[in-house]
Every structure is written in C-alpha cells, then in structure tokens.
C-alpha cells in the first residue's frame, strides 16, 4: 500500500509521472520522522527476507495510510479534467495501419 500512496502523493505535488525507486518516492515525499523510521525499517527488513505476514499492524503507518486515502479521495473528486475523447483520433491510426499492412 505504501508504493502506491506515496506515488499517488507525487503526483499530486509535482503533476507528472512518479519514479519506480520506492526510496526515490521515500525520500521526497515523507518528512524525518516516526512514519518514516518505521517505514525504512520495515523496508530493511523486508530486503532481509524476514516473513512479515503475520506481524501486527504498524500503527503509525496504518494511520498514515488511512488518512492519505481519506484526503487522495477528496483531492481527486476536486479535480476538474477535461480529457477530450480520443476515439476518432484512435479509429484514424487503426485504419492507417491497416491500410500500411495491407498494401
């Protein structure tokens, strides 16, 4: 669940494309602190091939994550796109290639 907050949380600070590096996302997005020492020992651990199936529940990331949950939803329904439908621009490109692969 982290990748995916912290990369939803990229998006919305800097509008483009998240990098793959979980540390990369890590670094920039969390502040110093209890969550992020947590995380990063988490993550250590998880490199270190522990099995953390049956750990309990980290509280300062379980709560973390349910707040940025909370305020990604608001943000998102805030958020006015216009996407314009691409469907002929599509349609158009699938007849080129056809005509290119048949003649």
């Known amino acids: 669940m982290l990748r995916p907050i912290l990369a939803a949380k990229w998006i919305e600070k800097y509008n483009s494309i998240p990098p ?3 540390q990369e996302l890590l670094e920039d997005i969390l502040i110093p602190g209890e969550l992020k020492e947590s995380i990063l020992t988490l993550l250590k651990r998880k490199i270190a091939g522990e099995e953390l199936n049956l750990e309990p529940r980290i509280d300062v990331i379980n709560e973390y994550l349910t707040r940025e949950i909370e305020h990604l939803e608001a943000y ?4 006015k ?3 314009p439908d691409p ?3 599509l349609d158009q490109l699938f007849r080129n290639t056809l005509s290119e692969v048949w003649n």
């Open 87 to 89: 469907t002929c621009e």
């Open 20 to 22: 793959i590096e979980f």
């Open 76 to 79: 998102t329904k805030g958020l």
């Open 81 to 83: 796109l216009e996407i």
